[in-house]
């Protein structure tokens, strides 16, 4: 895997530019604060374990693992494509997996790359477009509030695809475009500071419908769907309800 935590750009041309510039730099902006779980990101750290729950669940579903097992990722690859300061990867990590981290944002790599040092956590990461990085294939590729960041999906999804290894697992999540989401996940989510401001562009959210249209044109067939709801008393949590949020599993067609 390479040296530990160690950040790279490739030099290699783009072949599909898919990142917009004035959204890496807007997360570039919050990667001192990611791994405060009371900062900016809070709605991160509160919706992680849902994510990594669903994770957890179809690894051991698609690999067929030891659902009881404390490192069932033990000789697999991981791939987070959007990774942020690593909020995925070191879970992945620890969980036994060889991770990479792949953002646009240099500054979120280099925040990433320091907290794990900290940790002790040998990861990998890097910056730039997925396309344009000499990474491989891998068994696990995940991608996590991310799609609705990108300029072309179509092409995205396609990158996301080819990072797949012939028998590897994606998992995908995103908000939908529903009225709730746009009351919720962008007005008064943004207006009380529970995500910051310019967070999320609602014209720009995937339905569950359009994202299983996407993923089989980019040659990806989903095995599972579920919503991540909220309600009182029990917080966000999987759920058939798909109002705001929802995540899937996914394998090559």
């Known amino acids: 895997m390479g040296n530990a935590n160690t950040t790279a750009n490739s030099g290699a041309s783009t072949p599909n530019v898919t990142i917009r510039p004035e959204e890496a730099a807007f ?8 791994w405060n779980p009371k900062g900016k990101m809070a709605s991160l750290h509160q919706v992680n374990p849902v994510r990594l729950e669903f994770i957890r669940g179809a690894f051991d579903a698609h690999f067929d693992a030891d659902r009881a097992g404390i490192r069932p990722l033990t000789g697999k690859s991981a791939l987070d494509i959007g990774c942020g300061a690593g909020l995925v990867c070191e879970p992945l990590a620890r969980l036994g997996a060889a991770v990479t981290g792949v953002d646009a944002a240099a500054d979120n790599v280099s925040a990433a790359a320091a907290h794990a040092e900290a940790g002790g956590l040998d990861i990998r990461y ?6 344009s990085l000499d990474i491989g294939t891998f068994d696990l590729v995940t991608c996590l509030e991310v799609i609705e960041h990108v300029a072309d999906k179509p092409a995205f999804l396609a990158d996301v695809a080819a990072r797949l290894s012939p028998d590897g697992l994606l998992v ?10 746009r009351l919720l996940l962008v007005g008064a989510a943004e207006a009380i500071g529970y995500v910051p401001k310019g967070t999320h562009h609602w014209s720009d959210f995937v339905t569950p419908e359009e994202l299983e249209a996407l ?20 917080g966000l949590h999987l759920s ?11 394998r090559l067609a």
Not at 27 to 34: E, G, H, P, R, V
Not at 240 to 250: F, H, P, R, T
């Open 27 to 34: 997360f570039a902006d919050l990667a001192k604060d990611w």
């Open 215 to 234: 993923m089989a044109d980019a040659g990806l067939e989903v095995i599972e769907r579920r919503g991540i709801g909220w309600r009182p008393g029990k």
């Open 240 to 250: 058939d309800d798909e109002a705001l949020n929802y995540i899937v599993s996914a």
């Open 172 to 181: 995908m999540s995103t908000p939908n475009r529903t009225p709730a989401s």
């Open 126 to 131: 890097m910056a730039g477009e997925v396309a």
